[in-house]
């Protein structure tokens, strides 16, 4: 979703295929671990197995859309989609915005970063912007922001984090927390505080994001996860 005083970010296909398939990966060790099996989710690829992403030019200046704004921009995109035959009440949509704007070294949040549904269909709206890359989750090198100066790595343990946990809110996710035992051996769970914690173990920093044993529970019998349940 670019505003219509921004313009599309460089490199998505292949940066975001890398974020999404780091995602995947979470979701596919952590219900492993639950005892489920390699389960995750699916994305969408063209004959050529590359992520597909649908632009979608949005109606106003990026000054003009809020954090509470997550329906309009939904909105928005779901008649884009709708005129290339994609119905988004039928689907989990991740809307990566360009609603990241940088003052400086400074980064500020403007539109809304959040997500919701309810094990069949859903939608996360987060952030897009050019540092966002899995393979930099392990870098210690100056240049991010989140709350304050922050190296680059743990701007993606923020924001890739928070695409997890977005995308799990998508999924019909409720928050959770984690044991004491848990926390200081598996660190923070992804539904409760991981989503600042995610990959944190690749710098040394910590010992990252886990999914929650009740996360695993339900994700188990989602449609994103289990495919079409007709008796469920």
Request: aromatic share 10%.
């Amino acid at each position: 979703f670019v505003p219509a005083d921004r313009e599309p970010l460089t490199n998505r296909v292949e940066r975001l295929g890398r974020t999404l398939e780091d995602v995947r990966r979470f979701y596919r060790e952590g219900m492993a671990a639950a005892g489920y099996g390699p389960m995750t989710f699916e994305l969408e690829r063209d004959a050529e197995g590359r992520l597909v992403i649908h632009e979608v030019r949005g109606q106003h200046p990026s000054h003009q859309y809020g954090r509470n704004d997550a329906r309009r921009v939904r909105e928005e995109v779901r008649t884009a989609l709708a005129a290339n035959g994609i119905h988004a009440d039928r689907e989990v949509l991740l809307i990566f915005q360009v609603l990241l704007r940088w003052e400086g070294e400074r980064a500020v949040e403007v539109g809304p970063y959040v997500g919701s549904g309810d094990g069949r269909y859903g939608t996360a709206w987060v952030y897009d912007d050019e540092r966002l890359d899995a393979q930099l989750l392990g870098s210690r090198e100056p240049g991010g922001w989140y709350g304050g100066p922050c190296s680059i790595g743990r701007f993606n343990t923020h924001y890739i984090g928070g695409i997890a946990h977005e995308l799990g809110h998508a999924f019909g996710l409720p928050h959770d927390c984690e044991t004491e035992t848990e926390r200081r051996t598996r660190g923070r769970s992804l539904m409760g505080g991981g989503n600042h914690t995610y990959g944190e173990e690749r710098r040394g920093e910590g010992p990252g994001a886990f999914l929650s044993a009740v996360s695993a529970m339900q994700l188990r019998f989602a449609r994103p996860f289990a495919g079409e349940l007709p008796d469920a």
